[in-house]
Nanobody, 124 residues
Framework: QVQLVESGGGLVQAGGSLRLSCAASGRTFSDYTMGWFRQAPGKEREFVAAISWCGGSTYYAASVKGRFTISRDNAKNTVYLQMNNLKPVDTDVYSC?????????????????WGQGTQVTVSS
């Protein structure tokens, strides 16, 4: 079992930046592939980015590639999502997720644990 807590969301103007953090507790953090997803009310959960257990591999949704960067610090049990050049369409609740001993995946059903989410709002 692993518990995930996101932070760093907020209100930002278009073109601005935010860094989300996801702190993990419980089992060995380095056992987990980590992902970020986002979801708006009434819409399906959307993949944003994922990172392998050691940080050596990353994968991004086309809509955020070149603007967002996922990283992790296994010593701090934390995964980050640096979001630059934010756009109003990036407004969503962002959640981190953990996949136990699995490859990077963009499918939310492949992840075992989820955080509660943090709201990101981008104004025009």
């Amino acid at each position: 079992q692993v518990q995930l807590v996101e932070s760093g969301g907020g209100l930002v103007q278009a073109g601005g930046s935010l860094r989300l953090s996801c702190a993990a507790s419980g089992r060995t953090f380095s056992d987990y592939t980590m992902g970020w997803f986002r979801q708006a009310p009434g819409k399906e959960r959307e993949f944003v980015a994922a990172i392998s257990w050691c940080g050596g591999s990353t994968y991004y949704a086309a809509s955020v590639k070149g603007r967002f960067t996922i990283s992790r610090d296994n010593a701090k049990n934390t995964v980050y999502l640096q979001m630059n050049n934010l756009k109003p369409v990036d407004t969503d609740v962002y959640s981190c997720a953990a996949r136990n001993r699995g490859d990077i995946s963009a499918s939310p059903i492949m992840y075992n644990y989820w955080g509660q989410g943090t709201q990101v709002t981008v104004s025009s």
